[in-house]
């Protein structure tokens, strides 16, 4: 087995032997990097030679005796939407191309402090918007599985970069499913955490209310690791929740008696595809196998929540999205050819005696306004915009946002009254496997519907795992979802960990 082959917690535990070194590890990593990301497209920037200076002062650090942190020499990516103070962080848009943040995000200053090795930056949709990563400004980002085919988003180059063995551990963002699909999509592991569960200090806003950070890894265990490294209350973030965090490594391989395991009945039904239903059932059978009480449970306003989503989310994103004027920070137009050009229209319109377009012409500052977030925002970022600002608008937000947060309630509600019953709720993660490229580039709406189940769990701000479950006939990963009530990640990691200890799926790679 090679290195890179390992799981992190093999890795560490020989890092903390002895048996391997920091500068090994990484250098193993930043050889596959080189070898296998040009195809892929994980990372959008790799500082190999940061990597190895750090690398090599842990080493240092530990050959000397020094007390090091809990994830020690270990490389972890990062998506480029967390505020790095050594780093730009673009949210792969050509607004932030050259953005470097004064500060770190609270997340990426707990990753400094437990001594982990900061390998570069994922790929993503831009600002987080997309589930596909084609929507990225700067490169496509391929499923390691095959490389014709999306590897999910928005997370999609955190989670392409464990899948294709360029690192052991990521960190991604989740808006709607964005950790959770991807990771289903690229046959890793990956958490949603209880929302307020991890800070949002520094992440880059999509959509306030929803966005979550989270960890991606080949196994529920990996992501323990490092969520008990991430989570936490912090008084930076004022939806940050003041709770314990529990050792989740200490309770993980204590299985669940007793488990209620709930199947949620709209989410078998129609469009669901054939062989991820078997794959997801023959998962709740091996449940069954193990001792859990499997009881069909309804989530009755499940049908609306793609619809709620894209209401909230874009209205959130469309008021975010405001400060990118080319004023502060960020992409400017050329000004001195904006000027130029509107020079000329108004000598233009003077010459014609055009009163009426005199009166509607912009003037120099509303034209940089609207020139810079036309030259910096892609498609999908504009749509988004102007769904929320028409949601948002005079006489529309009673009718769609205002409603769209009472059916949020519902949502919630829902899961409530399904959690008096069950422990764990267990669904597929997408209706079908991964899709070809380009596939949804014209249709927006069939790209919404890819979060069908996922979307739910950040509407009611609870906390969702998605693992391999099984292949697709054509030898895709299919991914198997569980959720639990607010704040239960033990539960949740542990149930995820009974299926873990009984299958292999998690243990398959793609090929190359």
């Not at 963002?173 to 929302?195: E, F, H, M, N, W």
């Not at 519907?449 to 099984?470: E, F, Q």
Request: proline share 5%; hydrophobic share 40%; glycine share 8%.
């Amino acid at each position: 087995m090679s290195i890179t082959e390992q799981s992190a917690t093999e890795s560490l535990a020989l890092l903390k032997q002895g048996e391997l070194t920091s500068v090994e590890l990484t250098q193993a990593y930043l050889d596959a990097i080189n070898a296998r990301d040009e195809q892929i497209g994980a990372f959008l920037r790799v500082d190999g030679e940061a990597a190895l200076a750090r690398a090599a002062e842990i080493d240092q650090r530990r050959q000397a005796g020094e007390t090091l942190g809990e994830l020690a020499g270990l490389p972890i990516a990062v998506k480029d939407v967390l505020c790095d103070s050594d780093e730009r962080t673009t949210c792969a848009s050509k607004m932030l191309e050259d953005f470097r943040p004064p500060y770190d995000s609270t997340v990426v200053a707990k990753l400094k402090a437990a001594d982990a090795v900061l390998l570069g930056r994922t790929n993503m949709d831009e600002f987080a918007m997309g589930g596909s990563t084609e929507n990225s400004a700067f490169k496509l980002t391929r499923n390691p599985w095959d490389l014709q085919r999306a590897p999910g988003g928005s997370s999609g180059g955190a989670a392409a970069c464990v899948a294709g063995g360029l690192a052991p551990l990521s960190i991604g963002t989740d808006t709607g499913g964005s950790i959770r699909q991807p990771a289903g999509l690229c046959g890793v592991v990956g958490l949603k955490p209880t929302y307020g569960r991890v800070s949002r200090y520094g992440l880059v806003a999509f959509a306030s209310s929803l966005d979550q950070v989270g960890p991606l890894a080949s196994s529920v265990e990996d992501v323990a690791l490092l969520l008990a490294t991430i989570a936490g209350h912090d008084p930076q973030d004022s939806t940050s929740l003041d709770a314990p965090v529990p050792d989740y490594l200490a309770t993980l391989n204590k299985p669940l008696d007793g488990l209620r395991l709930g199947v949620v009945r709209e989410h078998f039904a129609e469009g669901l595809d054939a062989e991820v239903e078997a794959s997801v059932r023959e998962a709740i059978k091996v449940y069954e196998s193990l001792g859990a009480t499997v009881k069909e449970i309804s989530l009755p306003h499940s049908k609306y929540a793609v619809a709620t989503y894209y209401v909230i989310a874009p209205s959130e994103a469309s008021s975010n999205l405001a400060r990118y004027d080319g004023v502060h920070y960020g992409y400017r137009t050329d000004v001195a050819k904006m000027i130029s050009d509107l020079d000329s229209e108004r000598k233009e319109l003077e010459e014609t005696d055009d009163k009426e377009g005199l009166e509607k012409l912009d003037t120099p500052l509303v034209r940089m306004y609207r020139r810079t977030r036309d030259e910096a925002f892609g498609p999908e970022v504009k749509r988004r915009i102007m769904l929320g600002a028409y949601a948002l608008s005079a006489g529309y937000y009673d009718a769609y946002y205002l409603k769209a947060l009472k059916v949020r309630r519902l949502i919630r509600q829902d899961f409530d009254a399904a959690f008096a019953e069950v422990d764990l709720i267990a669904s597929p993660v997408t209706a079908e496997p991964a899709f070809k490229i380009g596939q949804m580039a014209d249709d927006p709406l069939a790209m919404y519907l890819v979060d069908l189940y996922t979307v739910s769990a950040n509407l009611a701000g609870l906390p969702g795992i998605s693992l391999p479950c099984g292949l697709s006939k054509s030898g895709l990963p299919i991914g198997l979802q569980l959720q639990a009530p607010p704040l239960a990640e033990e539960k949740l990691l542990r149930g995820a960990q009974m299926f873990q200890a009984h299958t292999d799926w998690h243990k398959n790679k793609p090929e190359g």
